[in-house]
């Protein structure tokens, strides 16, 4: 195994900069570049950092970490130098002088992986933690870095092989049938499976708003104060606002936290039959976000009569997913409003007003609260890779759970019973291919 090394803090001028190595050359770095023959592990050092060279590059603060006691489970050496790039490109050259190699992404993480530090779900929550996008993602990545999903999935492992191990002890005597009770455990416990399996399949939709934010489009008429919605959330001139209809085409997004949600902000070009052709490519553009969105923030204004624009909208925006903000209250509500809207959950306002904003949270947080629910009540983050191996593991032991009830062909059923372990053992990484791992840890940062 060679020894990496990378930048672990973000590149650029910052008060420290953190440079970390792994691998078996560790020691003997810290040795010559400090100069230091007696190196305790875990204790902090002040020293100089000397090149290869002998040339003293910067004054540093130094930590080794011993084999089988670190993050990667490998000897490993951090550097905390001054947060100059100069320094940081002198420092990771003079180091790969001596002989390490610039680490691929996540390539710590998936040492710590391959050394038994951490299993394949906690090392996907390492990269949870550094990319959650509100505080919910976060307690739930820190959760299964903890161990909570894979905690889950030992449990599904140990009762399948209980299963199969009783199942297989049957088959090997066959003259003598199952106890009646053994039989109906057996049964219980494969509908307790799928039951499990089931409720994990549910928290799969709340990972990518957790995680990336509740995608909220702002849609309506042109003219009706969807940009000056933005810029309200923002409390900035974001986006342009004018009395001419039509002026957004682009369609802009930013963040807004609204705890403990996280979402992302999409202010669209108006929806009408487009005058020109940039208009009608930005409308285009709005449908394609329309059909993007966990959340729709529909902005009318609320001054002017309902008309048949306003119903062709009202078909396509369900209420479930949909926001009314009735605006412009200051120029008076019409009176065909309140009826034509009454589906609808509605906050009335005027966005010119001080107290809009304030307003509008409220009121947004409980819709959300009650849109959103599997938001509020997901335990684990679900990825896409650990649904797929449950929808297999599902579909394994339906197969299964039919032909116990049948009484049939008890081998094929030991068989689909290692299917779902298989499929289990794939969410923790005790089997794995190296094209899954590429898969998960390219899209970790360098140096983590
Ligand atoms: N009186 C009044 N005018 C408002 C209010 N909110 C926005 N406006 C005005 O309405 C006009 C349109 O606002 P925008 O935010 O540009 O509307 P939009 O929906 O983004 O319009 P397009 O980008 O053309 O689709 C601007 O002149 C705003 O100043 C309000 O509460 N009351
Ligand atoms: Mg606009």
Known sequence: MDTIVALSTPFGVSGIAVIRCSGPQCLSFAQSIFQKENIQPRKAYHSLYHSDSGTPLDEVVFTFFAEKASYTGESMLEISCHGNPLIIQQIVQDLRTRGARSAEPGEFTRRAFMNDVLDLCQAEAVSDIIHAQSQQALTLAQHQLGGSLSRCVEHFLQKLTELIAMIEAFLDFPEEDLPKEDHTHVGQQLQELLQAIEKLLRQQGAYRPLQQGIYTVIVGLPNAGK????????????????????????????????????????????????????????????????????????????????????????????????????????????????????????????????????????????????????????????????????QHAKAALQHAQALWQQHREEDCLVAELRTALHAFETIVGQSYDEQVLDTIFSKFCIGK
Request: aromatic fraction near 8%; glycine fraction near 4%; include cysteine.
């Open 227 to 390: 940009s000056t919605l933005l810029n309200v959330f923002l409390g900035q001139e974001r986006a342009i606002v004018s009395s001419i209809p039509g002026t957004t085409r682009d369609f802009l997004s930013e963040r807004f936290f609204l705890e403990p949600y996280s979402l992302k902000l999409v202010d669209t070009a108006g929806l009408r039959t487009a005058e020109n052709e940039l208009e009608q490519k930005g409308i285009q553009q709005t449908e394609e976000q329309v059909t993007k969105a966990d959340c729709l923030l529909w902005v009318i204004d609320g001054s002017q009569p309902w008309n048949d624009s306003l119903e062709a909208l009202k078909n396509r925006f369900s209420p479930k997913r949909t926001f009314v903000i009735l605006n412009k209250l200051d120029c008076g509500l019409h009176a065909s409003m309140p009826k034509a809207l009454e589906t609808y959950t509605v906050c009335s306002l005027s966005l010119q007003d001080s107290s809009a904003l304030s307003l509008l949270q409220d009121r947004l947080r409980k819709f959300l609260q009650q849109s959103c629910s599997d938001l509020s009540e997901a335990s684990f983050m679900i990825h896409e890779r650990h649904a797929a191996a449950l």
